[in-house]
Nanobody, 127 residues
Framework: QVQLVESGGGLVQAGGSLRLSCAAS????????MGWFRQAPGKEREFVVS????????YYADSVKGRFTGSRDNAKNTMYLQMNSLKPEDTAVYYC????????????????????WGQGTQVTVSS
């Protein structure tokens, strides 16, 4: 199975942008459904965006729709999260996650469908 490592987090002012990367080691990256989640202090982990393995379909949480863009490059075994128009409420640890290979379900928003998680990267948005 793959292992995941996030990078690209940091401190940015409100209205700014950041691009997170999730590098996967291992084989058959293209067969894994992928997702980004985030967890703010004192809050539960929440879904941000998912990218299916079959068609590369993207699905976004309402809170980030129009501001964040998820993408994947299967040739580079990497998933990305482009975050624009950042707000202080986007401050959280961001995690990338992978489903089991050839995941056949339709739900990509529940953390329980993801088997593999990265260690997380901190994103802090100052006002």
């Amino acid at each position: 199975q793959v292992q995941l490592v996030e990078s690209g987090g940091g401190l940015v002012q409100a209205g700014g942008s950041l691009r997170l990367s999730c590098a996967a080691s291992g084989r058959f990256f293209s067969s894994y459904g992928m997702g980004w989640f985030r967890q703010a202090p004192g809050k539960e982990r929440e879904f941000v965006v998912s990218i299916s393995w079959r068609a590369g379909s993207e699905y976004y949480a309402d809170s980030v729709k129009g501001r964040f863009t998820g993408s994947r490059d299967n040739a580079k075994n990497t998933m990305y999260l482009q975050m624009n128009s950042l707000k202080p409420e986007d401050t959280a640890v961001y995690y990338c996650a992978a489903t089991s290979p050839w995941y056949s379900g339709s739900d990509y928003t529940s953390s329980s469908v993801y088997d593999i998680w990265g260690q997380g990267t901190q994103v802090t948005v100052s006002s």
